[in-house]
């Protein structure tokens, strides 16, 4: 394969990453007491540790987000990207196993609704595959595709995003 076409899918797994972590980041941040909430309701840190760990975690997905859309770190932001997610799916697996899947995923805003599920474990899983591309792949040199490959992860994200949000959540009644 082209070591162009890998460049360019790295910097779309970048954008497609950094726009998932920057959309769960900043929120966290900006309303961090809801966030504490979702920590707490998961049991699996102590108490006098929910703050330290809500703000650990928005401020590692801020700066994944920042690493990976920046394209100077992108190598980093993959990494600490995949050390999320590996914390992200075991801690959603322990409380799915534990039959606790009334818990909001706190993934990012407007997933307030959405509970814990083998299927959202296994969602959330599969997203360590495009955060590993740019831990082995370098982003193309010039600095216009390294651009557009990113805004076009971005762009691949806020579509698929658009489509969780603003699919029917009820499809009774709808014609095929």
């Not at 990976?68 to 990207?81: D, K, N």
Request: hydrophobic share 55%; glycine share 10%; with cysteine.
């Amino acid at each position: 394969m082209d070591m162009l076409v890998l460049q360019g899918a790295c910097g779309l797994c970048c954008g497609l990453v950094g726009g998932m972590f920057l959309l769960a980041g900043l929120p966290k941040l900006a309303d961090h007491d809801s966030f504490l909430g979702v920590i707490a309701s998961y049991r699996l840190v102590p108490s006098s540790l929910v703050t330290v760990v809500a703000w650990g975690i928005a401020l590692a997905e801020t700066l994944a987000a920042t690493a990976l859309l920046s394209g100077i770190a992108t190598r980093p932001g993959g990494l600490l990207s995949l050390a999320l997610i590996a914390v992200f799916t075991l801690a959603m697996g322990i409380n799915v196993a534990r039959g606790r899947t009334a818990l909001s995923c706190g993934c990012m805003p407007g997933s307030d609704g959405e509970h814990l599920s083998w299927k959202l474990v296994a969602r959330t899983a599969l997203c360590a595959l495009p955060a590993l591309m740019p831990v082995w792949i370098a982003l193309p040199q010039a600095a216009v595709l390294r651009v557009e490959s990113i805004v076009g992860g971005v762009c691949l994200f806020m579509m698929w995003r658009a489509t969780r949000v603003l699919a029917p959540t009820n499809t009774e009644g709808l014609s095929s």
